[in-house]
């Protein structure tokens, strides 16, 4: 066991790890920042979506030694400073972007690198970049639609259902 500190949504946290530690379990168990979710055991449902070192990273394909020093970002640090809802995560409510919910931190996670590369990007870039990320419920429709509109965009251009 050793302790790992890294910059998470701004502060200096450590936790306890052992070399095969995740950083998801890192987050989740060491910091109890259950925001960020863990779908699946195959790397293919993108729930564990952060930012690390300002690049989008699976949580749960890093492990946390790695990360020592990092700067990281949860969908924890995506709320205002005074704890609304970020713009992103702001659109998703408005644009009915989520229904269990269980996939919408990896959604606005990737919906921010997407738009911090692509601060427009077309519907099909959007459905393009969510490939890493699955929802059961959603149909993916309304994601797409809040992504556009939280970059300004007009949704009604987003084609129907
Ligand atoms: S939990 Fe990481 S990709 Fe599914
Ligand atoms: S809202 Fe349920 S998995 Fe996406």
């Excluded at 020093?69 to 009915?96: P, R, W």
């Excluded at 890493?132 to 797409?144: A, E, L, Q, S």
């Amino acid at each position: 066991m050793t302790v790992t500190t890294m910059t998470v949504n701004g502060k200096s946290r450590s936790a306890p790890t052992e070399g095969r530690t995740l950083l998801v379990d890192f987050l989740r168990e060491g910091l109890r920042l259950t925001g960020t979710h863990v779908g699946c055991d195959t790397s293919q449902c993108g729930a564990c979506l952060v930012h690390v070192d300002g690049q989008p990273a699976k949580a749960c394909t890093v492990l946390a030694q790695e990360c020592e020093g990092a700067e990281v970002t949860t969908i924890e640090g995506m709320a205002n400073a005074d704890g609304s809802l970020g713009k992103i995560q702001q659109a998703f409510q408005d644009y009915h972007g989520l229904q269990c919910g269980f996939c919408t931190p990896g959604m606005v996670m990737a919906a921010a690198s997407l738009l911090k590369e692509n601060p427009r990007p077309s519907e099909q870039e959007v459905r393009h970049y969510l490939e890493g990320n699955i929802c059961r419920c959603t149909g993916y429709h309304n994601i797409v639609k809040a992504i556009m509109a939280a970059s300004g965009q007009q949704v009604e251009a987003v084609a129907a259902e």
